[in-house]
């Protein structure tokens, strides 16, 4: 067990220790590019990951998971080279489009991948405590690599982006050594041995996301928090430059977030008995705060915007657990990346939201316009909360 969780977590670090991470948007920025085509460009990598979810969730039900999350380390890299050997838009387009295949063939794959090892090895019921931890070594890693960040900006954005290069490239050699579970951690025992063909499977996870209505609120309130609040983490870079901070302190502000955050992935697992009404009543805090950093626009405010990093740390493991130990079928991987559909929907929405508003009145006004909708949507999910006690008193 312990041999397990080291490997996963020395895994976990590798892929989030991204040195161009905190810094390829104001690098978007430096080049020549507005918000607006920031957000476009993001767009584009939620939509590939839009598209390639769920075949690349059936996929991992179907084949090693370990190669699949191997192939999106290395088509991450391959990005990134892109963007150093062709810095402009449509050359930081292609990098984000290999970027969002990485993105599509790693969330649900290694949710899954994860959850079977443990149960493989009796320990499923610790699937919270253990992917808690891990999202907070992501954390760390993040935090790592914003401070290598702040000290490799001064030798210019290539050698930022050659180490990233070889970040990936580690990081993908490194996955293909993760064990893999026996077969009978990943079948039903009511069906037979051989793997079911690509359409059943794909029947099966969208018949189990849809069919239940319990595993269709966790998809969608935890799409709405990554899809929304998570999704500004990419512009939390561009927020601090134009709050006024130097260029090397916009990664010290990404490894402050980083650190908030892995701290609070790190104790999520003991929030597991929050009620849904907690959670809800986060995200009202949390879409108001942005809105008051936003109108103020300073160094101060900067602080107003951590409890929306916390609140999607926590999100991010609550209720990745819950849909874990709700959905019990084979297509497990199918099924968490059908969640992962949920969260590039509200991202998409979001990223145009966030665009179209910035072409129009500018980046400040979007960011405000991002803490309304966070915050009229954490309220209109506690007043579905209210509303169905009501109905069942």
Request: aromatic share 14%.
């Amino acid at each position: 067990m312990k041999s397990l969780l080291l490997r996963t977590y020395t895994f976990i670090f590798l892929n989030d220790f991204v040195l161009i991470y905190p810094l390829y948007a104001v690098m978007f920025t430096d080049h020549g590019l507005s918000t607006a085509e920031v957000a476009a460009i993001m767009a584009v990598w939620s939509g590939t990951v839009f598209v390639l979810e769920i075949p690349s969730g059936v996929l991992a039900d179907k084949m090693s998971r370990r190669h699949l999350m191997a192939l999106g380390q290395i088509s991450r890299a391959m990005g990134y080279a892109l963007w150093l050997f062709y810095p402009g838009f449509w050359g930081y387009l292609a990098g984000f489009l290999l970027w969002g295949v990485k993105s599509a063939v790693t969330h649900g794959t290694f949710e899954a991948w994860f959850y079977d090892e443990l149960k493989a090895r009796g320990e499923a019921a610790r699937y919270a405590q253990c992917y808690s931890h891990a999202r907070a070594i992501s954390f760390i890693a993040i935090l790592v690599a914003s401070g290598g960040a702040s000290l490799a900006i001064l030798l210019g954005y290539k050698f930022v982006l050659a180490v990233s290069v070889g970040s990936g490239i580690i990081a993908g050699a490194f996955v293909l050594t993760l064990p893999a579970a026996p077969k009978s951690c990943r079948r039903s025992e009511k069906e037979s041995e051989e793997a079911p063909p690509y359409l059943k499977l794909l029947k099966l996870g969208l018949q189990t996301a849809a069919s239940d209505p319990a595993i269709l609120r966790i998809m969608i309130f935890a799409g709405f928090v990554a899809g929304l609040i998570g999704t500004l983490d990419e512009f939390w870079p561009i927020f601090a430059d134009m709050a006024g901070a130097a260029k090397w302190g916009i990664p010290l502000f990404v490894g402050v977030l980083s650190a908030l955050q892995g701290l609070a992935a790190f104790q999520a697992w003991r929030t597991e008995g929050w009620s849904n009404r907690t959670f809800y009543l986060w995200v009202i805090g949390a879409g108001t705060l942005l809105m008051v950093a936003a109108f103020g626009m300073n160094l101060w405010v900067l602080p107003l915007i951590l409890l929306g990093s916390i609140i999607d740390a926590l999100v991010k493991v609550v209720f990745d657990a819950r849909l874990q130990h709700a959905i019990g079928s084979e297509a497990r991987a199918t099924v968490s990346s059908v969640k992962g559909l949920v969260i590039e929907v509200f991202g998409l929405f979001s990223l145009g939201t966030f665009g179209f508003v910035s072409a129009s009145f500018g980046a400040r006004t979007a960011f405000m316009t991002m803490g309304a909708v966070i915050a009229s949507g954490g309220a209109i999910f506690a007043l579905r909360s209210v509303l169905a006690t009501r109905a069942h008193s």
